[in-house]
């Protein structure tokens, strides 16, 4: 059965995203996210007694710990780490009365070579912590407490220790505050709700974080001659300060974060007022110009009135270019060695436009808050290669900003004999990129000091879970930033920012000297964490680490591969090609089968190779983690690690499981048997019930399926139970009923286009008219040639024509190329593979594309380029917005507005 042409009979109706999302229970509600009431709660610790006699050299606490506070601190902002401090010794049984026989322990100051630097010497008869700053001495009260609970008994061993951060700045970020941004577009500068309640700020200070950025709008809060107040300016000002305070106490600075001199659409009432301010013109924003001393003016009074209202402030974290359009310069992307469009700033040199800007923001700034600290963020995260200027752009910022840049962005890895190249934001890729070590070193040889922005938790590649356990990776990561004279760090992004191990180490390594191999440091980091049982923690996280570095290095696997939320993931025996969702937009619904959208630079095979081995080492981790379980008594913290661990083993046993599903449905359809078949049945059983086992942890702990850009849970415990069913009650049958097919002589493919939802089949040569009307097409095969002619009806054509190519079984990443029509004929404007791999679609350089005066064009390619199956092509066109079939989907990063569902089955 099938269909020759599309009519207007048979034009098909899609369902929206919204009603398809509607098909689904709604994730849990805010009020549902028991992290939060877990965050408000003293984080549980344990001093252990398991010996009672002291070991020769050692300190013998066991009479009890006096505290003597001789360090000033007029301010009292130390008060909440000798509370906590406090709260330890009595929790542990080490609290002294008035006993003179306690162990004294005198926290003093004293000279040190740098801010945060800190002493702690202990002898037989007491210790002494010293630091010439309030900041050095909490550093050394938390380091002080992890002794005592990496102790098995109340015995210190004596000795001194000293460190000092090379790390100067460790920031972080509220997990579940608003992104004021879609999909939630909130603001917290304007609710009521305290996103860092005590103990929250208490983790995060433990754990070494000294700074949290919060989301802002410059001109929202201050004003300019150029500009009148915000009327709720002075509500977000008072919710900041009170911020600034309760954050102030745990010694954690506020930074705000933004993206400035934000362009201007039409209407703006600045642009209206002030045009001089603006150059450049790119997608309908005006780009502010530097060049224009109104501009600087601008820059000043706007960075200076934010400042001077509230002075206490960290500083400012600004991405400067990239992301968002701001000055003339992002008229030009990084891998475009051009001129500024810009009459002004088109006659100067890129580095001396990007100075101006950032110098008028620092005078300002550090008019009103000389220690602020004034980050410019250039965000580069493509993986093409960049112009000479993007590389030294660091040289240009002033020596009283930092220059931050993206650690992993453009890094290349091999993996299965291959370079692969995987974009911005990864955990598994250690790096740094080779773009990062050029943009830093261009900018330390001009006196810079340098960011590195990281994914410290985690990272999109698996951002569904509140961290990653893999502390080896983070180490090697800090090394290689410390060697490269790194002083400051941005730790994550909208994810990868929940408290826990990951920051642990971060912060831990930020004052490490690297003294100790990776092995002897995870032993160091377990021990107060771990107790009894840190050995076995310290191998499982060596272990979790090198399988963790097995992701497949993919932009596109990062973004949409099963390893997010394959457990919710739609199941099809059948190509169908439901499209894959994008899990930090909570609008679509769960992903469907079209894995080939998540394969860009890898096959299928290579792909299910690597996540074999991520799920085999993870699984090898784990008996080191469940014997630590068994070794130890552990805290309900430790209960929650071991939970998100097993949890973390079943996401990438899920990965591997679709991965084999679809692996064996390209078999099947290619003239595999009933065995075929009887191993994808196996498959699915075995994901009905590992989805059940996820709920159950889900229930146990709220934080898993939590995605903090998207703000709510992508999947849950009522999802899951969801897809079970319907694997048990449609994909199940559906295999039972295509194994009965295959027995009555029919093939999969004739078994697959009787169903009514199969894709129109159109064969060469017959013209097809597009579904929305304006243009036909059709396709011809001229002996190694695949021809696709398109005919519109005006006889003009003009516009842009965009081609969407997939395979039959969806498992290669499609591909979709747009051309732009006109007079002069038809020319490639750009490929979805330029963008995520750095290079062209293979089919883009080797086509052959003409036109005629009278509407008609012509596109040829060898067939060999293309992504056919035994002689079967997915596909479908768009004149302008015009769709030759189906009517769209909602645009996703990097596949925009198709849905390989909505394609015709091209067969010859």
């Not at 005592?148 to 997990?175: E, V």
Request: glycine share 8%.
């Amino acid at each position: 059965m099938t269909k020759q042409s599309v009519t207007p009979s048979e034009k098909r109706t899609y369902a929206t995203v919204e009603q398809l999302l509607a098909a689904w229970p709604p994730p849990p509600p805010d009020s549902a996210w028991t992290f939060v009431d877990d965050l408000q709660k003293p984080a549980p610790r344990l001093l252990r007694r398991e010996r009672l006699v002291a070991r020769d050299g050692e300190a013998d606490l066991s009479g009890g710990v006096r505290v003597k506070r001789t360090f000033p601190d007029p301010q009292g902002v130390l008060d909440t780490a000798y509370d906590d401090l406090d709260a330890l010794l009595r929790e542990g049984g080490l609290a002294a009365g008035a006993d003179d026989n306690a162990y004294t322990v005198t926290i003093t100051a004293a000279p040190t070579d740098c801010y945060e630097a800190y002493a702690i010497a202990i002898n037989a008869h007491g210790a002494t912590i010293t630091a010439n700053d309030t900041e050095g001495i909490r550093r050394a009260v938390y380091a002080f407490e992890d002794m005592l609970l990496a102790a098995d008994g109340p015995f210190l061993p004596c000795g001194g220790y000293q460190r000092q951060p090379w790390l100067k700045t460790r920031i972080s970020r509220c997990f579940f505050s608003p992104v004021k941004r879609w999909p939630v577009n909130t603001d917290e500068l304007l609710d009521d709700v305290n996103y860092y309640p005590d103990e929250y700020l208490n983790r995060l200070a433990h754990e070494g974080i000294n700074g949290l950025w919060l989301v802002v709008a410059l001109r929202e809060l201050g004003e300019t001659s150029f500009t009148e107040r915000d009327p709720k300016a002075d509500r977000r000002i008072a919710k900041l300060h009170r911020t600034i305070r309760q954050c102030a106490r745990y010694g954690i600075k506020v930074f705000l974060f933004c993206i400035e001199p934000f362009a201007a659409m039409a209407g703006d009432p600045l642009l209206t007022a002030h045009p001089e301010l603006f150059g450049a013109t790119v997608g309908g924003r005006h780009l502010f110009c530097p060049s224009s001393p109104a501009t600087q003016k601008y820059l000043r009074e706007l960075t200076e009135s934010v400042f001077r209202q509230a002075s206490d402030l960290g500083g400012l974290i600004n991405i400067t270019h990239g992301e968002r359009g701001t000055t003339c310069l992002s008229a030009l992307g990084g891998s475009v060695d051009a001129l500024i469009p810009c009459p002004r700033c088109g006659q100067r040199p890129h580095g001396d436009v990007i100075r101006d800007s950032l110098a008028a923001m620092a005078a300002g700034i550090h008019a009103a808050a000389p220690d602020a600290i004034f980050i410019s963020w250039f965000y580069f995260p493509h993986v093409n290669e960049h112009a000479p200027w993007a590389h030294t752009i660091g040289a240009s910022v002033p020596t009283d900003a930092v220059a931050q840049f993206n650690y992993e962005s453009g890094g290349a890895k091999t993996q299965l004999g291959r370079v692969r190249h995987g974009g911005d934001y990864w955990l598994s890729y250690v790096g740094p990129a080779e773009r990062f070590a050029r943009q830093a070193a261009a900018a330390r040889q001009a006196g810079v000091e340098v960011s590195a922005k990281l994914q410290v938790g985690c990272s999109y590649e698996l951002g569904t879970v509140p961290f990653i356990p893999a502390p080896g990776l983070i180490y090697r990561k800090l090394r290689a930033m410390r060697e490269m004279g790194v002083n400051h760090s941005m730790f994550c992004w909208y994810v990868g920012n929940y408290p826990g191990l990951m920051n642990h180490a971060g912060g831990r390594l930020a004052f490490e000297d690297f003294s100790v191999d990776e092995h002897e440091f995870l032993r160091r980091l377990a021990q107060p964490l771990w107790g009894a049982a840190a050995e076995a923690a310290a191998k499982a996280w060596e272990l979790f680490s090198a399988a963790y570095e097995n992701m497949p290095f993919s932009l596109m696997f990062q973004y949409y591969g099963p390893q997010n939320t394959g457990s919710v993931w739609q199941l099809s025996a059948y190509p169908r090609l439901w499209p894959l969702s994008p899990p930090w937009k909570p609008i679509f619904p769960p992903s469907g089968d079209a894995l080939g959208e998540a394969l860009a630079g890898f096959s299928l095979d290579d792909a299910l190779t690597l996540m074999r081995r991520v799920a085999d080492g993870w699984q090898e981790g784990l008996t080191y983690l469940r014997q630590g379980e068994a070794q130890a008594r552990l805290n309900p913290e430790r209960r929650h690690d071991l939970c998100l661990a097993e949890a973390l083993g079943l996401h990438f046993e899920n990965a591997v499981n679709l991965l084999s599903f679809y692996q064996l449905r390209q078999q099947l359809f290619a003239g595999g048997k009933e065995a075929t078949l009887a191993e994808m049945r196996c498959l699915a059983e075995r994901e009905c019930t590992l989805s059940l086992q996820l709920a159950e942890l889900c229930e146990e702990d709220s934080r898993l399926g939590f995605h903090s850009e998207a703000l709510c849970h992508r999947y849950y415990p009522e999802l899951l139970r969801r897809r079970s069913e319907l694997i048990r009650a449609s994909v199940l049958p559906e295999i039972d009923a295509l194994a009965s097919a295959m027995q009555s002589g029919q093939t999969p493919w004739q078994a697959f286009l009787e169903l009514p939802e199969a894709p129109t089949v159109v064969a060469p040569d017959a013209w097809q008219p597009a579904a929305a009307g304006g243009y036909a097409w059709r396709f011809l095969i001229e002996e190694d040639d695949f021809v696709l002619e398109v005919k519109a009806e005006d006889g003009a054509g003009a516009g842009l024509l965009s081609v969407y190519m997939i395979d039959a079984l969806g498992v290669t990443f499609p591909i979709n190329l747009n051309l732009s029509w006109g007079k002069d004929g038809l020319a490639v404007q750009s490929d979805n593979y330029l963008h995520v791999l750095g290079y062209h679609a293979p089919h883009g350089p080797a086509g052959r594309y003409v036109c005629s005066g009278d509407g008609a064009a012509s596109l040829r390619w060898p067939l060999a380029m293309l992504p056919v199956e035994e002689r079967r092509m997915r596909l479908n066109l768009r004149l302008n917005t015009s769709f030759a079939h189906g009517n769209g989907y909602e645009h996703r990063l990097y596949l925009a507005g198709y849905s390989p569902e909505q394609t015709v089955l091209l067969q010859w």
